[in-house]
């Protein structure tokens, strides 16, 4: 290895989707060299042909065996597929292998072998069909840290936002919204400007119904649950106000009111930060001890395989994790 700083895993994500290109292009622009990515060899050099890049695989089984220089893809092998899959078919051997890139890459972070994780996109439904029984990156995560109290948070150019809730049902989420669930997002919400050099950050709580429920004719949750979190949260000096409505708290946080909105459910958040595109969000896991960022977009599969892919959002992941890394704080709670 020629160079020791450690390096940063960028896991395959479902190879059927646009994962591997928007890897590729994001190495071409950004000149990107201290990585190692985890995925299948036989996927990213039928890519490299296709697309007639000037990288050379370097396949390792240990990251000692890298090679950090500039026309070297170093690919740590977690899957040997037989076949190349199809483009845009969702499958379960593809749901393995994107599976297989996750576990390895996180138990390296953990190891502290590499300095942080970008994912590509993965497939739920691959992943189920695989049985593999998470709905998304942030409840592998989870599930594989010491710490279960795990959030997301999407951010862009103008917006931070952690959820209460991540990928469930209307109806399950309001289940999951607890006083305990808030106070664990406000909790990530507080830790994550931090992880981004906000030291004292002002966190607004979005309201979950109509008119922050309208001293309750439109539900309790505010103040049953809410401002109950809220204040358990300022008792820990956070810096945390609300419960605000919905329909304006995000436009007061662009306008830089506020450091960051917890958001109660997954479209509450996600609206706001897609309204600015697809490119611009980039997708931070909180309360893991690693840093990890990924795009804020699927596999699209629709347009795998015809090189028409944007890599932007893989890019702006890559420019957030290292940003996060500048900033030296470690992500532990």
Do not use: W
Not at 80 to 99: A, D, Q
Not at 106 to 133: M, R
Not at 179 to 190: K, M, R
Not at 214 to 234: M, S, Y
Request: proline residues 5%; contains cysteine.
């Amino acid at each position: 290895m020629k160079n020791f700083e450690t390096p940063l895993a960028i896991t395959m994500g479902d190879p059927s989707g646009i994962g591997p290109e928007i890897i590729l292009k994001s190495v071409v622009e950004t000149k990107l060299n201290h990585f190692v990515v985890f995925g299948d060899s036989l996927v990213f050099d039928s890519l490299i042909t296709n697309l007639r890049l000037p990288f050379t695989i370097n396949k390792i089984s240990e990251i000692s065996e890298a090679v950090f220089e500039e026309g070297y893809i170093n690919l740590f092998e977690t899957s040997k597929l037989n076949y190349l899959p199809h483009y845009g078919r969702i499958s379960k051997e593809c749901g393995k292998v994107s599976f297989d890139a996750i576990i390895k890459s996180i138990e390296l972070a953990k190891q502290g072998k590499v300095s942080g994780i970008v994912t590509a996109p993965i497939s739920k439904k691959a992943l189920n069909l695989a049985h593999i029984n998470y709905p998304g990156h942030t409840e592998i995560l989870a599930g594989y840290s010491n710490n279960k109290a795990v959030s997301m948070m999407l951010l862009n150019k103008h917006i931070k936002t952690v959820l209460v809730t991540l990928h469930c049902s209307m109806k399950q989420a309001l289940d999951r919204i607890t006083i305990q669930n808030e106070l664990d997002a406000i909790i990530n919400a507080d830790l994550g400007c931090k992880l981004f050099g906000i030291e004292n950050p002002v966190i607004a709580v979005a309201a979950l119904n109509p008119h922050a429920g309208e001293n309750g004719l439109f539900g309790n949750e505010e103040k049953n649950i809410i401002e109950p979190a809220i204040k358990l949260a300022q008792n820990m000096g956070i810096d945390a106000i609300g419960p605000i409505p919905g329909d304006t708290v995000f436009m007061n946080a662009k306008n830089g009111k506020f450091d960051v909105v917890v958001s109660q459910y997954h479209d509450q958040g996600l609206i706001p930060i897609k309204y600015e595109g697809i490119d611009e969000g980039v997708n931070v896991t909180i309360g893991i001890d690693f840093l990890r960022t990924s795009p804020d977009h699927g596999t699209a599969f629709d347009i795998a395989g015809k090189n028409i892919a944007s890599a932007k959002s893989f890019i702006n992941s890559i420019h957030t994790i290292k940003a996060m890394q500048k900033v030296g704080k470690s992500p532990l709670k």
